[in-house]
């Protein structure tokens, strides 16, 4: 209204001035010009400066003030709107902080009271009017301000990494003043701050809000702390150290006679060990024993880490061990009396070589298990005459075995005429 007068009282100067030299013969005729000339410096401003008037969409939250000495408010005061009158522009910009609704209890008794709310516009704010508060009074409930001292609580929530440990929480100051009314001050079962220790590798100094609850662990409201904060100190410390070692089967017994252990297999091959420096001084970790006595084939176990006392694992303490068991390679030599095949009806062996060497290569159990007779040694003496002659032996192996060598590579045979 101020810069209104004041953009009034300018036009109004303009006006005077054109009008003073005939406002001495026409004082009527003045005084029209004047008003016109307001009215329309008003249609000019109010097309500059549109307004809205209306209820504006914020909730202004009520704060007491002036509480008496020893009462205390006993519940929240709720949420004000605020109808106003406002330029467009302005309207638009408005928010939450612009504004201060609050109620002035000085000399307010015990008991509940219906109580004015005042508001305050915060700031320069031209072009803006507070016609009314919605609702204009709140009820107010004033009770007996307690105080009791109540014992803080450290709830630890997370934990460091593995191998890390945390020492039990101090807090400083270890109590603190919860104030209210009685009701709601004896509900309060303790006051709890509560610290993250996830991934924590070094030692908690510092401050944490602290939150008034009841004996099931609800947040009691409406009541006040002093202080509101609290001190804590924990002390995160190594105990345990990791180191990642290889996983070496224990064996137990030979495999059966010709089988030989080709390969030994373990999922995993090395784990992490946990535990005191000093007891992990060590490349490799033994599993149980893993008995392969007579074993002609693959044997396959999940068996347990033999771990030392005071080291544990991370992950599984179970390995898998697979034992490949293969039969072993090796050779045998065998003397064969050659065989003949094609003799001529008229034709008769004198001479011949009396035995061949065979020696056969494979599986240790196979060879062992061949004897001389089941070697064929044949030598063709088909369309030969009398005579000596120098043929080249054919060998059959039995199966599985393979044919390393022969000796002599040809045999001598001499033929004559049957009598």
């Known amino acids: ?11 109004g100067r303009a006006v005077v001035a054109v009008t003073l030299g005939s406002f001495r013969h026409n004082l009527g005729l003045a005084a029209l010009s004047v008003a016109l000339a307001f009215g329309v410096w008003l ?8 307004t809205r008037v209306g209820v504006l969409p914020l909730d202004i939250s009520v704060l007491p003030v ?26 638009d910009r408005l928010i939450v902080e612009d504004f201060k609704a609050t109620v002035n209890l000085a000399g307010a008794q015990v008991g509940s009271q219906g109580m004015e709310v005042r508001i305050e516009v915060l700031g320069e704010r031209s072009h803006l009017r507070v016609i009314e508060a919605i609702p204009a009074s709140v009820s107010v409930e004033l009770k007996p301000r307690v105080s009791l001292l109540v014992s803080v609580v450290v709830e630890v929530a997370g934990s460091p990494p593995t191998g890390y440990e945390p020492s039990s929480p101090s807090a400083t100051p270890d109590r603190v003043a919860v104030s209210g009314p ?10 709890v701050a509560t610290v993250d220790l996830s991934g924590a590798v070094a030692d908690v100094r510092q401050s944490y809000p602290l939150v008034p609850r009841d004996d099931r662990g609800f947040i009691v409201e ?67 024993t893993i008995d392969i006595t007579g074993a002609s084939g693959d044997v396959a176990r999940t068996v347990s880490l033999s771990l030392p006392s005071g080291v544990s694992i991370s992950g599984p303490a179970t390995v898998s061990v697979r034992v490949r068991i293969a039969p072993g390679q090796g050779e045998a ?9 094609g003799l001529g009806s008229r034709l008769r062996v004198v001479s011949t070589t009396p035995l061949v060497e065979v020696r056969l290569e494979g599986d240790l159990p196979t060879l062992r298990s061949v004897s001389p007779d089941q070697v064929k040694v044949s030598v063709s003496l088909a369309d030969l005459g009398a005579g000596t002659h120098r043929l080249e032996p054919q060998v059959q192996a039995p199966a599985g075995l393979k044919v390393a060598d022969v000796s002599p590579t040809s045999v001598e045979v001499i033929l004559e005429a049957a009598p």
């Open 1 to 11: 209204m101020v810069r209104l007068l004041r953009e009034f009282l300018g036009v």
């Open 43 to 50: 249609v000019i401003t109010d097309t500059e400066h549109p």
């Open 66 to 91: 002036n509480v008496p000495e020893g009462l205390t408010v006993t519940e929240p005061l709720g949420d004000v709107r605020l109808r106003i009158e406002a330029a467009d522009d302005v309207w």
């Open 182 to 191: 009685e009701d709601l001050v004896s509900r309060v079962a303790a006051v």
């Open 222 to 288: 409406g009541v006040s702390l002093e202080p509101t904060t609290v001190d804590v100190e924990i002390t995160v410390e190594q105990k345990r150290f990791d180191r990642v070692v290889a996983v070496s089967p224990s064996l137990r017994g030979s495999a059966a006679a010709g089988y030989n252990v080709t390969a030994v297999e373990v999922d995993p091959a090395s784990v992490t060990l946990l535990g005191p420096l000093e007891l992990l001084d060590t490349s490799v970790v033994l599993t149980d």
């Open 333 to 341: 030599t065998f003397g064969v009396a050659p065989q003949w095949t």
